[in-house]
């Protein structure tokens, strides 16, 4: 199951419950799109409560960041398990700004937006 939700004017909240399969692997990344078109530039995953996640999650994640990236925005992912374990791929850690909470990912995704907005200016 997938919740979404925005966080702030900026941050879109999505959670998964259970066990995540490729269609909910789509339903994220247009999920993550649809907010993109509202304005919403920085997305937070919550795969704390996902029991399984299926290796396609893990594409859809870095293609996800990768677009926010190129707008100026960003993309945490908020699990107890290294992204490695989850993912079962090794150096997903180095991919992915992992948090373990979603107070953590928050904090992460502000940080981000200041810093780019130092880079601008």
């Known amino acids: 199951m997938i919740d979404s939700r925005p966080l702030d004017a900026r941050t879109l909240l999505v959670v998964l419950d259970g066990a995540a399969d490729r269609m909910d692997a789509l ?25 399984q996640v299926q290796p396609g999650m893990l594409g859809v994640l870095l293609r996800a960041r990768r677009q926010l990236l190129m707008i100026g925005g960003t993309l945490a992912v908020v699990t107890s398990a290294p992204a490695a374990e989850l993912f079962g791929v090794a150096g997903a850690d180095d991919l992915l700004a992992r948090t373990a ?21």
């Open 27 to 51: 339903r994220v990344q247009r999920t993550v799109l649809s907010a993109v078109r509202k304005g919403l530039i920085c997305a937070i995953v919550d795969l704390t409560a996902a029991t």
């Open 101 to 121: 909470t979603v107070d953590e990912a928050r904090a992460a995704v502000a940080r981000a937006d200041e810093e780019d907005g130092a880079e601008e200016g």
